[in-house]
C-alpha cells in the first residue's frame, strides 16, 4: 500500500468561529495541521491585540490534549486602525498579520474596509513591521460580473497596492484565477498567495451539477476549468510563492441550504487527504510536502514542524454530516469518498 510520511502541515488560512462551533470542528484541523493563521471575522471582529488573545485563549481551551495545536491570530483591518494597534500586535508575538476584508465582500465583512487608501497609516506601520496583510481580493461592485471580481480587484486595488508599498508582504488569500497566478508570479517577493483545495479540484460546473449545489458555494466562487488549471499548475510548481490555506468556513447547514445561502465550504476535516489527492492526481505528489509544511512557514518566517504525518492511499468515505454545536454542517464531499487517508 502506497505511503507519504511528511513535516506536519500548517494551514495559513482558516475559519474556526467561536463558542459550541469552535469546539466542534477544531480537533478536525488540530489532527492534522501543526499551525493554522486563523481568521478575525467573527462577530463583534477581532480588531486588537486583547481581543486576539482571548480568541487566542478559548481556541487552546477547545483543542483536544493529544494535539500541540498553535493558532497564530490575525486582526481585522477596519477603516481605522490605527499605527498604534499595529504597533501592539506586532511586539505581541501572537498575532502574525492583518487581513483586509472589502466591506460587503463575504461572511462578517460588513466592518470592513470601504477605500484601502483610508489604511495607509495601518499599512505603514505593518510595513515598518514586517506584519503581513492578509487580503480577500474581490470587488464588491454589482455591476462587476461575480466571476470577474478577483481579476478586477487585481487592476483596482491589488496592483496600485503594490506600487505604493512595495515593501508591505501580501498574502492573495485563496486565489482562483488564471489572472491571480500571473499577477503573482509578476509581483516581488513580498507578494504570495494561498490556494484551496476547492479550487485545486472543483470548478464552476460543480455548483450546478445536477442541481443547485450549496454546498460547493464559496467566495470567492468557484470559477472556470482553465482557471481550476492554472491554480493547479501553481500549487504543484514547486514556486515558494504559492502554500497551503484551506479557507475551511464551517456554515450550519440550514444556512447553506436556503433561499438566500452563506458561501463557505468545510473542508477541514479531510483537508490535507483532498490535498494529496489533487498532487497525486497531477502526479506531482513529491512537490506536496514543500507546498504544505514549508513554503508558508518560511514566508511568515516561522520554523519548520518537527512532528511528521503518515497519509495511507486507501479510500475513505467522508460523512453526510458532522456536527456543529447543536446544529450539523455538511463538509466537503460528504457522502463521497477520498483516496488518501491519514493514518492516526
Ligand atoms: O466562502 C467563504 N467563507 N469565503 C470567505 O471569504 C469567508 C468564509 C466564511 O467566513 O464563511
Ligand atoms: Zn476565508
Not at 474596509?113 to 506601520?125: N, Q
Amino acid at each position: 500500500m502506497q505511503t507519504l510520511t511528511i513535516t506536519k502541515p500548517d494551514d495559513f488560512h482558516l475559519h474556526l468561529r467561536d463558542g459550541v462551533a469552535l469546539a466542534s470542528i477544531v480537533n478536525h484541523t488540530a489532527a492534522q495541521f501543526a499551525r493554522a493563521i486563523v481568521m478575525p471575522n467573527l462577530k463583534p471582529p477581532v480588531v486588537n491585540t486583547e481581543m486576539a488573545l482571548a480568541y487566542r485563549d478559548r481556541i487552546l481551551k477547545c483543542v483536544d490534549e493529544k494535539y500541540n495545536f498553535e493558532p497564530l491570530m490575525t486582526l481585522y483591518l477596519t477603516d481605522n486602525t490605527s499605527a498604534e494597534v499595529v504597533k501592539v500586535a506586532a511586539e505581541s508575538g501572537v498575532v502574525k498579520a492583518l487581513k483586509y476584508y472589502p466591506a460587503g465582500a463575504t461572511t462578517n465583512s460588513d466592518q470592513g474596509v470601504t477605500d484601502i487608501r483610508k489604511t495607509a497609516v495601518a499599512l505603514e506601520a505593518m510595513m515598518g513591521k514586517g506584519l503581513p496583510l492578509l487580503v480577500h481580493g474581490e470587488v464588491t461592485d454589482h455591476d462587476v460580473d461575480v466571476f470577474d471580481r478577483e481579476a478586477v480587484f487585481i487592476d483596482r486595488v491589488l496592483a496600485p497596492l503594490v506600487q505604493d508599498f512595495p515593501d508591505l508582504k501580501i498574502v492573495f488569500e485563496h486565489i482562483t484565477t488564471h489572472a491571480a497566478v500571473d499577477f503573482v508570479l509578476q509581483s516581488g517577493g513580498k507578494v504570495a498567495a494561498t490556494i484551496t483545495p476547492q479550487h485545486m479540484l472543483l470548478n464552476r460546473n460543480d455548483l450546478f451539477k445536477g442541481g443547485l449545489q450549496p454546498h460547493h458555494y464559496c467566495l470567492p466562487v468557484l470559477k472556470a476549468e482553465t482557471d481550476r488549471l492554472a491554480i493547479l499548475d501553481a500549487a504543484t510548481s514547486g514556486n515558494p510563492k504559492f502554500f497551503l490555506g484551506t479557507d475551511s468556513a464551517p456554515h450550519a447547514r440550514n444556512t447553506k441550504e436556503t433561499s438566500c445561502g452563506c458561501a463557505g465550504i468545510y473542508s477541514a476535516y479531510a483537508a490535507i487527504e483532498m490535498y494529496v489527492e489533487a498532487f497525486d492526481k497531477a502526479s506531482k505528489l513529491d512537490r506536496l510536502e514543500a507546498f504544505s509544511s514549508r513554503y508558508g512557514a518560511d514566508y511568515y518566517g516561522l520554523p519548520h514542524n518537527e512532528e511528521q504525518i503518515t497519509l495511507i492511499k486507501q479510500t475513505q468515505t467522508i460523512p453526510a454530516t458532522l456536527p456543529l454545536g447543536d446544529n450539523e454542517l455538511v463538509p466537503f464531499r460528504a457522502g463521497g469518498t477520498c483516496s488518501w487517508q491519514l493514518k492516526n
